[in-house]
């Protein structure tokens, strides 16, 4: 990381391009005014949209010599103990993402003091952030068409965001048996130039590094440019590369230890061949990582771009991998990735309960402030007033949405919550029909509408499992424009049932989780 952060401070210096939009990036400058163009050539929106939270800010007038204008204005978030950004790319080519996160605390705030919070992805735990001047990136996989990025306080200060970007990328690169992997280095080996978009299409970074070995290199990039692979690492990155330089050694290594024994790595090297080999002799490697074979009898052929990665992942505290040059010529490398593989065990909550608690946060326009990420996890999130099942995926088992001015008739979205046995709707200002899909919610057990504007009668269905079902409680009081004289209820009018409980008890939900949100 720290050779990440130490060539992050010289931000890019290419010309200023005209900035453009690019159909697969989604570029956000967070708390911006207006959209602005950076000095890579792209056009950043602003946040509107895709987060309804927080404040916008701007970074100290000592700051604001940065020359990254996404970097001048933030996003910051006092209230609430988690704030997500929804992303939704266009999915019709691909359902892997490069998502970077970016976070210049500039003294905003004149407190002088780096906030530390933490970092998620969806409903998954990503990272903390801690640096006052760094950023976060992802490779992650999704099968939904939205991403949340969520900020989450740890009670170490408020959190912020500058950036954030999303870059489609091709679901044949990075495919490994993990959904997420954070990016920890990518190394331009043999350079001194930092390149990123336009030169990568994918807008990733590539940090110049020269080692203490020999730098080759070719002229040639309109050939390397040409070529039809996938990782389309920049021509400019693989133009370069190193070489062991002692003639007594012919094998490159690169080693790094990390603190945390449980985690997973990923290694992508990038080779192309940039030497005119004498005729007849081949440059051949063993890859070696962590001192077990990985890529036997590997050849770089001349200008062709090849990207060499572990199969699996590997772990350990002091990690390396090796080239080993079974010919007579050295082993060489272009560029190398790094990643750490990122564990997702929570699953975010079913795609059609998502989209109807949606649906209904949209239709009644509240909320929204509130309401934000997945609606039932991590479990510590679960959104106001909700339940839900601890399935794999969760279920929406109760909503509570009971004087929150509630306007309009009942959305039909509440018969695709599916899994509900609570739905409390009292004290708003429904009016229109009660909707007889009510009745074929199979585990409804309260249904409390009392106190809005209902009108027309009770659907027959409801009446009927009203009157059937010992267990389902229906309150309809308060509703004066409802006639609730039927027939069902007429015939068993007699029976008695424990009605006075519901008030009580959707209260004590309310109240509790009132206080949930508070802490
Ligand atoms: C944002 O754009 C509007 C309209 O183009 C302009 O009036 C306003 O001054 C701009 N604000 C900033 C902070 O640049
Ligand atoms: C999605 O991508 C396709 C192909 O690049 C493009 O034609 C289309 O306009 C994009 N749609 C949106 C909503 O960005
Ligand atoms: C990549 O993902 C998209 C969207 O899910 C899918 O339509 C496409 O078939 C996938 N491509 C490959 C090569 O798997
Ligand atoms: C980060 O913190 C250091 C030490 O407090 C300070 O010198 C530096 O200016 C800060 N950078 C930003 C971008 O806030
Ligand atoms: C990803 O890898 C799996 C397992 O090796 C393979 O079945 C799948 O086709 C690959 N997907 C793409 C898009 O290449
Ligand atoms: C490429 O290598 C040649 C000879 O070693 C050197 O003169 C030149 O500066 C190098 N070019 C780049 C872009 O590194
Ligand atoms: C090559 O490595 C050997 C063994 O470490 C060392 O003795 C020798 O000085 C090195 N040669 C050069 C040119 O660095
Ligand atoms: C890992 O490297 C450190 C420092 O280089 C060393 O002290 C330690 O013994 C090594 N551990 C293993 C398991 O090789
Ligand atoms: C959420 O719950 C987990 C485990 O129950 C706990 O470790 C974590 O601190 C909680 N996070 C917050 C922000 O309350
Ligand atoms: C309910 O779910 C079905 C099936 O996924 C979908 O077609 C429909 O549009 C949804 N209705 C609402 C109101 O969300
Ligand atoms: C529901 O059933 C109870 C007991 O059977 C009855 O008292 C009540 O009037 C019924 N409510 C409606 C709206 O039919
Ligand atoms: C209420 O509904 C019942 C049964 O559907 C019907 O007999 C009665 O006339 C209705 N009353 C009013 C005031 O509409």
Not at 118 to 125: A, E, F, R, S, T
Not at 230 to 235: N, R
Not at 476 to 491: C, H, W
Request: aromatic share 10%; glycine share 6%; charged share 15%.
């Amino acid at each position: 990381m720290k050779i990440l952060l130490v060539v992050l401070l010289c931000v890019c210096l290419g010309p200023l391009i005209q900035a453009q939009d690019n159909p697969g990036f989604i570029s956000i400058d967070c708390g911006a005014d207006n959209a602005t163009d950076s000095v890579i050539g792209l056009s950043y929106k602003t946040d509107e949209g895709f987060i309804h939270s927080g404040q916008k800010g701007q970074v100290a007038p000592e700051y604001n010599n940065q020359r990254n204008l996404q970097l001048r204005t933030l996003r910051s978030f006092p209230d609430g103990v988690r704030n997500c950004y929804t992303l939704r790319p266009n999915q019709s080519s691909s359902n892997r993402y490069l998502i970077r996160a970016s976070f210049f605390y500039g003294n905003y705030d004149g407190l002088s003091q780096t906030p530390v919070f933490g970092l998620y992805i969806d409903v998954n735990y990503w990272t903390t952030v801690t640096w006052n001047d760094t950023f976060e990136e992802v490779v992650y996989t999704t099968s939904r068409d939205y991403v949340h990025v969520c900020l989450v306080k740890t009670g170490s200060g408020i959190p912020y965001i500058s950036a954030l970007e999303l870059r489609t990328l091709d679901n044949s690169t990075y495919n490994t048996t993990f959904r997420a992997l954070e990016n920890i280095w990518r190394l331009n080996v043999g350079s001194s130039i930092r390149y990123r978009y336009p030169e990568d299409v994918y807008d990733r970074i590539w940090v110049p590094i020269e080692f203490d070995w020999n730098t080759i290199n070719t002229t040639d990039v309109s050939t390397l440019r040409n070529r039809n692979d996938p990782y389309k690492v920049p021509a400019k990155v693989l133009m370069t590369a190193q070489e062991q330089s002692n003639s007594s050694f012919r094998d490159l290594g690169i080693s790094w230890t990390s603190n945390t024994p449980s985690r997973k790595w990923y290694a992508f090297m990038h080779f192309a061949e940039v030497r005119v080999l004498p005729s007849a002799r081949v440059r051949q490697f063993q890859v070696y990582v962590n001192g077990d074979i990985s890529v036997a009898n590997f050849t770089p052929q001349y200008l062709q771009p090849v990207t060499i990665s572990t199969s699996s992942p590997f772990d350990g505290t002091n990690l390396s991998f090796s080239i080993l040059s079974e010919s007579n010529f050295s082993a060489f490398i272009n560029a190398v990735e790094i990643f750490r593989a990122i564990d997702l065990p929570t699953s975010q909550t079913d795609l059609n309960n998502v989209n109807a608690i949606n649906e209904i946060m949209s239709t009644y326009e509240v909320f929204e402030d509130v309401w934000q990420g997945d609606p039932c996890v991590p479990g510590n999130f679960t959104w106001r007033g909700l339940s839900c099942s601890t399935d794999d995926p969760p279920l929406i088992t109760s909503l509570n949405m009971s004087s929150s001015g509630l306007k309009g008739t009942i959305a039909t979205a509440f018969a695709n919550l599916t899994a509900l046995e609570i739905l409390d709707l009292s004290f708003n200002q429904l009016n229109g029909s009660l909707p007889e899909f009510l009745a074929f919610l199979p585990k409804l057990r309260v249904l409390n509408l009392s106190n809005n504007n209902l009108s027309g009668t009770v659907p027959e269905a409801l009446a009927k499992k009203n009157s059937t079902s010992n267990t389902f409680i229906l309150r309809l009081d308060g509703n004066p424009k409802l006639n609730v004289t039927n027939s069902s209820t007429r015939e068993n009018g007699g029976r008695k049932k424990t009605h006075n409980v519901l008030p009580a008890t959707t209260t004590a939900v309310g109240f509790a989780l009132l206080i949930l949100m508070l802490i």
